[in-house]
Structure formats: C-alpha cells, structure tokens
C-alpha cells in the first residue's frame, strides 16, 4: 500500500475524488435539507389543521392537544389511534404515495437520481486521470519503438517519484546500455576489419620474399650451397618475423577486444623487472649493452603477473633495439605518493614532436633507422595491456638523447 501511495497519479487520483466527494457530499446535504424541510412543512400544516378543526368545536381541549403534538406521545394513545385509523386504510402499510406528507415531494426517486448523478464526477475524474497514465504509457510505446529503429535520442522523465518515473528511468538505462553495446559492436566491427587488413598487409611483405626465395631455390637446380644457405636462412627469418607478428597481433586483438580476463593480484614489481632482464641479458650482450635497475624495494602493485611481464619485456627489449652498442638502458621503479611508477629510458636517437602522439598507434613505425623491420604492434600492445591492468602509459623524448617510457598504476589501499 506504501508503494501505491508514493505515485503521483495515485495522489492526484486520490485528492480529486476527496474534492469531488465533498463536493457531492454538500450538494446531496442541501437537496436532502430541502426536501426534509418540505416533509416538515406539510406535517406542520397537518397538524395545525387537525388542531383547529377540533379546537373550533372543543376549545377546552387545547392543551391535551398540544401536549399530544409537541410532546412525547402515549403508547395506549397510538394503539388506540392506529386502530381506528385502520378503519378507514390509513395504516402503516399503505402505498407511500397515499401519505400527504409525500405528497408534494419524490424523495425516492430524486435520492436514487442524485447518488446516480453523483457516478458521473467520479466517472469523468477516473477518466481524465487514466488519459493521463495512459499518455505516459504511449510515451513509453513510441519511445521503445524508437529505440527498436535505432533511435537512442529519445529519453523518459524520471525526476519524480512513483513507478512510471521509476519506469522511465530504467528505460534510459536501458536504452543507454542497448546504444553501448551496439556502438561497442560496430567498433569491433571496424576494429575487426582494421585487422585484417592490417594483418594482410603485415604478411604479404614476408610471404612475397618466401616466394621469392622459394622460386629461386625451385628453378635453380645448380644453385651453389652458399646461395642455398642464404635463402634457406632469410627464409627461417621471414617465418620468425611472421610467427612473431601474427602472435602480437592475436594477443593485441584478444586484449582490445576485452577477451582477457586479467587476474589481478599482488605483484612485486622489481622482481619482474629483474626476471625481464635476466631474460633479455643475451640480446643486451649482443651491442655489449647495459641494463641497469634501481629502487622499488618493498614495491608492490595490483596486477596481472604475467600480462605486466609481456608488456615489460616489449618496453625493454624496444629499449635496447634503439640504443646504441655499448649504451646504457635504464629502469627505475618509484614510489611517488599516491602512484608507483616504473620508468624505462634509453640513449637511443630520441623521437620526434611530431612523432610522439603515434607512437602507440598500430602499426606505426615512425621513421627510425634502429629497427628498419619493426612492425609497429608492441608498443600497441603494450598500451593496451597497461590500460587494461588499470594503469597509464606515456612517453617523453630528446632527439639526441634517447626516450623514457613511463608505467604509473595508482597504490592500493
């Protein structure tokens, strides 16, 4: 009941039939009031009838007269009464219409006339207000009609109480939800489409030299051995290069698709870093480069342990590809207040103002020398796999003097 009584309709519908009913209740008391009043009359002038008649022939019966009239009746009196009236079919069950005190009314008939007329207000009142619902309920048809079409635009009031309002806002919730997921669909869509001609282009460039080397072996019977060797090796690069890229790119599309459940938990981001390094130690050996850690002791940050790794070892391993023999890449892990932050910098050549707003675009490959054969997806991955864990990834450069890749996640409590 508490329910139905915080409606506004059921509040309007409520204080209009009161209104009404007062309204009726006075206008029946009146009609009521009048025709009592003629009733009263005519018994009156019966009465006063009766007693001058008799008192014109008897006077001295005046005051038993009038005591009889005004005062409380005898009971021998009435039975007496009664029985020489019956005489004469006066009694009690006579026809409503023989009684002169009816005479001249229709109390009957007015009263079931004005409690008839009386449903018509209230009919009329019903009427308008469940006009009014169910206007509020054609808003609800034409808007979800809209919807269906496609038309997110259209919105149902919910800023005051009740059950449509109520209704109203779990419509927009809908409807806004409904426009996510078919915004999120068509970006996957395109996303989707995006992919696949980027992965075309990607593999044809290491599937035409496959060919080529192929070709060359196949129509070449007397090819010396050195010639074999070397087209058998960039071969075995190509097919490495393609391996590579079409695992980044399912790791890429998995993650930008929202396909990875990330399991987060506590990680010690140091020993990552460390484990990476390790890793990496023989690549870094190869230009006779250093990797130098520093700080994080005591680090500890809310992760996915091995989604945190991949998008580590991408950032060094880029590090290393653009720093020069013999160069330095440094890692340094701080705890800065409300953040932890792992920063990774190299003494590459830097990158360009222009460049920097691409750097994590798929695909983009900028116009480095370092890595003529880069395919442009790790830094993508990265990103999103550093956005997907909750945390920010930026980057600031110096042509000349090298880039710094910056990691903050937010401390937990």
């Given at each position: ?28 008391y009146f009609v009521m009031n009048m025709q009592i009043q003629s009733i009263n009359q005519t018994i009156v002038n019966q009465h006063a009838a009766f007693v ?362």
């Open positions: 009941m508490v329910e139905v009584m915080r409606n506004p309709e059921w509040k309007s519908v409520f204080t209009k039939f009161i209104l009404v009913q007062l309204g009726l209740a006075i206008c029946i001058g008649q008799v008192l014109s022939q008897q006077p001295q019966l005046e005051q038993q007269l009038v005591h009889s009239i005004t005062q409380d009746t005898n009971p021998q009196h009435v039975v007496l009464g009664k029985r020489i009236l019956s005489q004469y079919g006066y009694t009690e069950q006579m026809s409503i219409h023989d009684q002169s005190a009816f005479s001249g009314t229709s109390l009957p008939v007015s009263t079931a006339l004005i409690f008839m007329l009386c449903g018509i207000p209230v009919l009329l009142l019903l009427l308008w207000e469940y006009r009014n619902i169910f206007v509020k309920i054609r808003k609800v048809t034409v808007a979800a009609e809209q919807v269906v079409e496609g038309r997110f635009d259209t919105s149902l009031s919910e800023h005051t109480e009740g059950d449509l309002s109520a209704l109203g806002h779990s419509f927009n919730m809908m409807a806004g939800r409904l426009h996510h997921s078919v915004e999120q669909l068509k970006q996957e869509k395109t996303f989707l489409s995006h992919l696949l001609t980027d992965i075309s282009h990607q593999l044809k460039t290491p599937l035409a030299s496959l060919l080529v080397f192929n070709e060359n072996m196949l129509h070449d019977p007397l090819m010396k051995v050195e010639m074999r060797t070397t087209f058998l090796e960039r071969s075995r690069l190509q097919i490495e290069r393609m391996e590579w890229l079409i695992i980044s790119l399912l790791k890429l599309a998995r993650v930008e698709a929202g396909a990875i459940v990330f399991h987060l938990q506590n990680v010690r981001p140091k020993a990552i870093v460390e484990s990476t390094v390790l890793s990496l130690q023989t690549l870094a050996e190869q230009k006779k480069q250093t990797i130098l850690v520093q700080g994080g002791e005591g680090m500890v940050l809310y992760a996915d342990e091995e989604w945190l790794t991949e998008a580590i070892i991408n950032l060094i391993k880029n590090a290393l590809e653009h720093s020069p023999v013999s160069g330095k890449v440094y890692i340094t892990l701080e705890d800065e207040g409300l953040f932890h932050s792992i920063l990774i910098r190299d003494e590459g050549e830097g990158i360009s103002p222009e460049q920097i707003p691409n750097v994590f675009t798929r695909f983009y490959r900028g116009r480095s020398n370092a890595k003529p054969h880069s395919t442009g997806v790790g830094l993508s991955l990265t990103k999103s796999i550093i956005e997907g864990l909750g945390g920010t990834i930026s980057v600031s450069s110096e042509q000349g003097k090298g880039s710094e890749f910056r990691i903050t996640f937010m401390k937990t409590v």
